[in-house]
């Protein structure tokens, strides 16, 4: 019986493409998604210096994507 390795296993990235193009536009989603939800709340800060825009910002951003997961989320359709 073959000892199981502790580094990941990259063999389904090398000899599947369609599986290496849907993890690939998974990763930059996910990345992209990261990197927005820190550069908008920056950007408002800087150009109003108000945190109350800030937190409303980051308020309507997270209710909104909580709204969308509900509807879309689980089992195919709206609610």
Same mark, same amino acid.
């Given at each position: 019986?073959?000892?199981?390795?502790? $580094?990941?296993?990259?063999?389904?990235?090398?000899?599947? @493409?369609? +599986?290496? !193009?849907? +993890?690939?536009?998974? +990763?930059?989603s996910?990345? @992209? $998604?990261?990197l927005?939800? *820190? !550069?908008?709340?920056?950007? *408002?800060?800087?150009?109003?210096?108000?945190?109350? $825009?800030?937190?409303l910002?980051?308020? $309507? !951003?997270?209710?909104?994507?909580? *709204?969308?997961?509900?509807?879309?989320?689980?089992?195919?359709?709206?609610?």
């Amino acid at each position: 019986m073959n000892k199981p390795s502790i $580094l990941l296993d990259f063999s389904l990235l090398k000899t599947h @493409a369609t +599986f290496r !193009a849907v +993890f690939c536009a998974r +990763f930059i989603s996910i990345l @992209a $998604l990261g990197l927005l939800g *820190i !550069a908008v709340p920056v950007q *408002i800060q800087s150009m109003t210096g108000s945190t109350l $825009l800030v937190g409303l910002s980051v308020t $309507l !951003a997270g209710s909104g994507m909580f *709204i969308g997961l509900l509807m879309g989320g689980g089992h195919g359709g709206p609610l």
